[in-house]
Structures are given as structure tokens and as C-alpha cells.
């Protein structure tokens, strides 16, 4: 076979290949393995050769009918993987930002029934299509900013049809755009009002109806709880997980974001793949998430879309071993930006991430912690072809330069599906 798709001259390939087949931690997580005037070679909706671009034009076959990019004054990095969004949901709360601006603190909003209630009520009216819509156009706008696979939560239902709606919309979304959704079952996100003197009763219905429901009809690969002081309690967490795991997900959780209650060390007991948020994670989560090899899923533009003071122990928990990854958080609250590229300038100027990490933390790291390591978040041979190509001299620069979208070109399995 032939190559389709030639990029040629770019004067940086980053290819987060690493050396290991892990997650990169520690000072490994600094390697990019950069290819100066670099070249990719595609076949089809496969990566074929990478490498500098004398050595990969001397091993490869083109004719005319070969796509040429010319990369010269470009870097190229793997598509982008952002690991934790909520991209399915109805409605929107721009009218609580005002609430925020007031200093009224989340868990309040909440208890107000404002905040992720209110997204609730929305999706339970939206149709099964709207969402649908809905979810097309942001993760068109994900991709547009370089974004190739993400994961995507249910839990704006919180009741078993709604629930069900929101996971067969996702699938939908993910069949009808180019970007890959890894689906996952978040119906313990919230306590819906109807069960709010009650939150165990309602954890049955999680239990015992929605996960029987998502097993059967394969709707999600992993189950993910909300852990959270006047949320769920580590004990009703675990109730969850446990019977999640005995149906075959595999799991994640929303752990440690505003209250240590010792999420992260459930996660490592449990072997979740991922924990996520973790802002005030202990010191012993941080030494079991890394003895456990669970990746940690930070999320700093949620911390700074909350104008919070205190951000994730990044580089405590990069120190202790434990795998990073970033991701946008997406959803109407907390986080509606979903935009990595915004993350890259975050995780740097917040987290005191280098942008090295940071690239690796938004490919390959982040590619385990949506359990697709062997085919995407790294540029090599027999992997997805999803490139993203940016208007950058190299890859620091896109730490530099904030709030502006350097996408060239963005090409998905192969097929150019961007281009600037
Ligand atoms: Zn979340």
C-alpha cells in the first residue's frame, strides 16, 4: 500500500512515545521524544513511518495521488486526549456566573438547587436528538482546537431513562463526528432532588437498575462516582464502584476536590485506572495512587474557572511517581471550556507543569487514562492516524502564547478534517 498522507519538514515532530508501554511518570513525564525536521508517513487511518524527514522520504513510496503537507514552520504532536469531560448535557448556566462573582461558594449553589441541578432538569426535558445536536457541536469545536478522542460522562439524568438517554446519545455523537468518545456511566454524580432525605435509596437505583441497564446494552466502559462531602461518602462510593466492577466496568472517580475524604486512596484499593480533580489529596492518597499506579486526572481549568487559590499538588504527585494527565473538565458548571489548549497555558502557569509534561500529560498519558494506549496519544508506527498540526516554531510556544487557537491542520485516521 501506497502513502496517503505525507508530512514533510515540520520543524518539530513531538512523538510521546516514551519507552515503557506505561503511563510516563516522574522525570520520564519531561520526554517528548522530539524529531527535529521531522516527517510522518500515513497509509490509510494507520501511522506508517516517523521519523526525520531525509530518512522517512528515503524509506517510503509516493505517487501523485499521495497527500503532501508541507509542515515547515509547524510542530506536530499526537491528536490531543482529553480524559475527563461531561460534553453531553442540556442547557447551559451562564446566569450563575454572576452568583459566583458574588462569592457564593458551590456546595451553596448547589444546595440551592442551582448548579448541577439545574443542568439535571435540562436534560431530563431535552430529547434524546437535542442532545445529540448539542453534543456534535462541541466536540466539533474540540476538535477544531485539536482534540482527536475524548472521554464522555453521563449524569445530568440521574434517572435510570435519562440516564440511558444521555449514554445513547453519546454514542450517536461519537459515530457522526471525528472525534472518538470513550463513554462513561456517572449516575452517582449528584443526589437527585427527589431522593435528597434519601441519597441510598437512590444509590439502589444506581445499583441495582441503571447498571444492569448500561452493562446490557454495552453503553459505557467505565463507571465513575462523585466522592464529595454532601455528595457521596467514601463508604457509598465504594458501594457503587464495587458493583460496577463486578459487571465488568472498569473505573474512575471525582475524587478529593474540596474535601479530603480519601478518594484517592479508594481509587488505589479499588485499582480505578483514574482519579481525577484531587486538589486536596492527602499525602498517603498521593503515596497509594502511586504504589497502585493509578493516573491522576487533574483538572486545573475548573480550579480556575472557580477562582479557587488552591490548585491539585501537581508537582508533589509528579515527585511521588504517580502518572499524570490532564483534561478540560467540560461541562456547563464548573468548566465550559473545552479547549486543551487553554489547559496547556493552566497546567504551566498553575500547576508549575514544564510544557513538556504538560504535552505528555494531554497524549500519551492521557490515552491511558481513557484505556486506549495502544492505539492513539503517540506518534508511531501502527497507531491511529490523528495528527494535530500547529502554527508554532515549536512546542514551548504553545505554552507562550494563550487564548488564541494555533491549530494548522487536524487529521483524524488519516483523513484531514481541519485545515486553517
Ligand atoms: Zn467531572
Known sequence: MKTTLLIKNANQVVTSRGASGKPLIGEDLKDLSVIEDGAVAVQGDKIKVVGPTAAVLNLVETDESTRMIDASGKVVLPGLVDPHTHVVFGGSREHELALKLQGVPYLEILARGGGILNSVEATRAASEEELIKSG????????????????????????????????????????????DLVPTFLGAHAVPKEYKDDPDLYLDLVIEEMLPRVAEEKLAR?????????IFSVEQSRRVLEAARERG????????????????ELAAELGAISADHLLVISDRGIEKMAEAGVIAVILPGTTFYLREDHYAPARKMIEAGVPVA?????????????????IINIAC???RMTPSEVINAITINAAHAVGCPADIGSLEEGK???????????????????????????????????EV
Open 384 to 418: 491511529k492516524a490523528d495528527l494535530v498540526l500547529f502554527d508554532a516554531p515549536n512546542y514551548e510556544y504553545l505554552a507562550y502564547r494563550y487564548g488564541t487557537n494555533l491549530i494548522s491542520s487536524v487529521i483524524k485516521n488519516g483523513e484531514i478534517v481541519v
Open 326 to 342: 490532564l483534561a478540560t473538565d467540560f461541562n456547563p458548571g464548573s468548566s465550559p471550556n473545552n479547549n486543551l489548549q487553554l
Open 249 to 264: 466496568f472498569d473505573l474512575k472517580m471525582h475524587a478529593d476536590e474540596i474535601v479530603p475524604l480519601g478518594g484517592a
Open 136 to 179: 456534535i457541536k462541541y466536540c466539533r469545536q474540540m476538535l477544531a482546537q485539536g482534540t482527536t478522542t475524548a472521554e464522555a460522562k453521563s449524569g445530568y439524568g440521574l434517572t435510570t431513562e435519562a440516564e440511558i438517554k444521555t449514554l445513547r446519545a453519546i454514542r450517536r455523537v461519537d459515530r457522526e463526528q471525528p472525534v
Open 349 to 351: 502557569l498553575y500547576l
Open 222 to 230: 467505565y463507571c465513575d462516582v462523585f466522592c464529595e462531602e454532601g
